[in-house]
């Protein structure tokens, strides 16, 4: 199975900074990853599909980039809406796999 | 406007059996593969099943393989997951999802499966 690592675990950050994660795959997945937002209480979301593309109506401060093994995902200017628990997922091969979460918190 | 809707959770004793099932309306449901995807208490997400559009394909990791079935009924819109020989670490919250080119853009809100005596 492909393993996703994703860091950090967490972030303490405040409304207005740039928040970078990663996500690294342990083998090459193409550009097969996407990004989940999951607000407390709430189904995921998805902002981003084949490792860079927007879903239709995500904000455009939230990007992402990279392929074959290493992922980043950003948020240019963090609002306090977008505190939540972010996941990258693998769909280049079965079984999918998610990688284990970055919770962003306010500092 | 999508809209997928589970149903079916509760507690169930290990060992025993339960049958999800997930509603969906909005969108032509036989055009999609579609796929369940589940969250144990405060922990992230497993990916649980995925079914083609016919159903003629299933996929499964190796934690649900031979326990779990996922099916849909076209006619009905309907996705299903059978649950077999049921564990306390299948205790999540299950979510149906579509999947489409663009990931898994549309969830349901989610159904609790409890196992436990």
């Known amino acids: ?107 | 406007e999508v809209q997928l809707v589970e149903s079916g959770g509760g507690l169930v004793q290990p060992g025993r059996s339960l049958k999800l099932s997930c509603a969906a309306s909005g969108f032509t449901f036989s055009n999609y593969y579609m796929a369940w995807v589940r969250q144990a208490p405060k922990k992230g997400l497993e990916w649980v099943a995925t079914i083609s559009t016919s159903g003629s394909r299933t996929y499964y990791p190796d934690s649900v393989k031979g326990r779990f079935t996922i099916s849909r009924d076209n006619a009905k819109s309907s996705l299903y997951l059978q649950m077999n020989s049921l564990k306390s670490e299948d205790t999540a919250t299950y979510y149906c999802a579509r999947r489409g080119q663009q990931g898994f853009a549309y969830w349901g809100q989610g159904t609790l499966v409890t196992v436990s005596s």
């Open chain 1, 1 to 107: 199975d492909i393993v996703m690592t994703q860091s950090p675990t967490s972030m303490s950050i405040s409304v207005g900074d740039r928040v970078t994660m990663n996500c690294k795959a342990s083998q090459n997945v193409g550009s097969n990853v996407d990004w989940y937002q999951q607000k407390t209480g709430q189904s995921p979301k998805l902002l981003i599909y084949k490792a860079s593309n927007r879903y239709t109506g995500v904000p455009d401060r939230f990007t992402g980039s990279g392929s074959g093994t290493d992922f980043t995902f950003t948020i240019s200017n963090m609002q306090a809406e977008d505190l939540a628990v972010y996941y990258c997922m693998q769909s280049n091969s079965y079984p999918y796999t998610f990688g284990a979460g970055t919770k962003l918190e306010l500092k």
